[in-house]
């Protein structure tokens, strides 16, 4: 089984997702910046290397010098723009949030009281008073013998099952009917070893019905017992809705720890049981007390770790995460995609130069005649 997160103490909430937002929308504003400083740069570049009157034949080589070593300037100049300034900001801090650890599983509704109508003699049903899915009081006759026996329900509840009909004959000790009490309901859940040794009794427990419009309904264990092929926990239901009969599934989520306000980090950071971080200006590394686990980030429970400490990406690139845990930054992905990003800037800068000076050169040959 894995955690399961809902409602108010879900970790991914909209908050979240607008800091992931935010940040994009800052990480577009700065290259946006840089790549107008760089059109800037380009500006004064040409006002320099402009001038009235160009010897074509005795500056040549001289010309090829220049324009080699200007753009090598710009590409050098443009890489240290895009890489400057970005490094104070390549971090991420600690949140707190609340936490907490569950269980889910899929669950039957049973009912915990049911009886099953027999006879202890062989004899003929003379009369039925009721049929499948009939609701009886205590008391409401059920089978009329042939021998004047008449049977009675003990209890309020409904006919599940009819096995004769009449005139039929009944053998010894075989079932006539069930009978199921419906103000007596519960939820079976199976679950293997790992599981069921975190359940207790007595734990919180939210049941969701489909056909309840996913209204949550509240529960809690009660029981836990092994059966042939896996574990078994029983909930109970404090509210049963008329709805609700035995046979129907609903999802079930129990409750095995609730924290709020816990502080955690991203499960990317630990590397080998190591997180490093920076504190105070320095960078520092320790040891943390893992606790609960949940979706990409994990709980410190031994205060090791403040609010205010930020987390450098370049560890979490390096971090060796768990293969169960969905997050997990590629080095080698961001690589790739850095050096594509300055191929196309070195493009961007030198397409328009070679475009502009090749107009450059045919002005001049329309001016001199050649």
């Keep these: 089984m894995t955690n399961f997160n809902y409602g108010e103490f879900a970790i991914i909430k909209t908050k979240d997702i607008l ?5 994009e929308i800052i990480s577009l504003i700065i290259y946006l910046k840089k790549g107008f ?3 800037l740069l380009l500006l004064v570049f040409k006002h320099l290397i402009k001038t009235k009157k160009v010897k074509i034949m005795a500056g040549k080589k001289v010309s090829k ?3 080699f070593l200007a753009i090598l300037f710009i590409i050098v100049l443009s890489a240290f723009v895009l890489t400057s300034g970005t490094q104070k900001k390549n971090f991420v801090k600690p949140k707190i949030s609340n936490v907490i650890d569950s269980v889910y599983s899929y669950g039957t509704v049973e009912s915990e009281t049911r009886y099953n109508l027999v006879t202890s003699l062989t004899s003929q049903i003379r009369k039925l008073y009721v049929t499948e899915g009939d609701r009886v009081k205590k008391n409401a006759p059920l089978v009329l013998l042939d021998n004047g026996v008449l049977l009675k329900a003990p209890f309020k509840g409904v ?6 009909h009449e005139n039929e004959t009944i053998t010894p000790n075989q079932k006539i009917l069930t009978l199921a009490d419906l103000d007596n309901l519960s939820i079976k859940l199976s679950m293997d070893q790992e599981t069921v040794l975190k359940i207790r009794e007595k734990q ?3 049941i969701i019905f489909d056909n309840l419009e996913n209204k949550k309904l509240k529960g809690e264990v009660f029981k836990r017992y092994p059966s042939l092929t896996d574990f078994i926990v029983k909930v109970k239901l404090d509210e049963i809705p008329s709805e609700i009969l035995p046979g129907m599934t609903c999802d079930t989520v129990i409750i095995i720890q609730e924290k709020k306000d816990s502080l955690l980090i991203p499960i990317a950071a630990i590397d080998q049981d190591v997180l490093t971080l920076i504190r105070d200006k320095k960078e520092i590394k320790i040891k943390p007390r893992l606790g609960i686990i949940v979706d990409d980030w994990v709980e410190i429970v031994d205060g090791s770790v403040k609010e205010d400490d930020q987390i450098p990406f370049d560890t979490m690139q390096r971090g060796k995460v768990d293969p169960k845990q969905k997050t997990f930054i590629d080095q080698k992905a961001n690589l790739r995609k850095n050096f594509i990003r300055l191929i196309l800037l070195v493009l961007l800068i030198i397409i328009p130069i070679v475009f502009w000076r090749h ?6 040959k329309e001016k001199c005649g050649i």
């Design 19 to 23: 800091c992931v937002l935010k940040s």
């Design 37 to 39: 400083q760089i059109f």
């Design 65 to 67: 010098l220049k324009w």
């Design 159 to 164: 006919v599940t099952e009819l096995y004769y």
């Design 204 to 206: 919180k427990a939210e």
């Design 359 to 364: 107009h450059v050169r045919r002005k001049r």
